[in-house]
């Protein structure tokens, strides 16, 4: 069974960092494009950042600048570091991977989200 799981999230101030993981567990063939999604409350799941296999990237206008979307396809593991934190980032985060998983085909797969607060 293929399952992601987050880590990182927390409280933070306002101008602080966090660093997000996701680690990918289970029987899997390969690993295609991963991302960082968000959802902050009474507002649509949105994406935050995606990275392809070969590592290209593409991130939402707001967080241009301020978060970095990386992995390590070693470890299985997809990673956001954010920067210059605000509180329109406060929001729970979901990690996203689009896995070929074995025996059970090609699908997306969700983490169960880790919370991100930016608060004084």
């Known amino acids: 069974q293929v399952q992601l799981v987050e880590s990182g999230g927390g409280l933070v101030q306002p101008g602080g960092s966090l660093r997000l993981s996701c680690a990918v567990s289970g029987s899997i063939l390969n690993i295609y494009a991963m991302g960082w999604y968000r959802q902050a409350p009474g507002k649509q799941r949105e994406l935050v950042a995606k990275?392809?296999?070969?590592?290209?990237?593409n991130y939402a206008d707001s967080v241009k600048g301020r978060f970095t979307i990386s992995r390590d396809n070693a470890r299985k593991t997809v990673y956001l570091q954010m920067n210059s934190l605000n509180a329109d980032d406060t929001a729970v985060y979901y990690c996203?991977?689009?896995?070929?998983?074995?025996?059970?085909?090609?699908?997306?797969?969700w983490g169960q989200g880790t919370q991100v607060t930016v608060s004084s």
């Open positions: 996203n991977a689009l896995i070929a998983g074995l025996g059970s085909g090609l699908r997306d797969y």
């Open positions: 990275i392809s296999s070969s590592g290209s990237t």
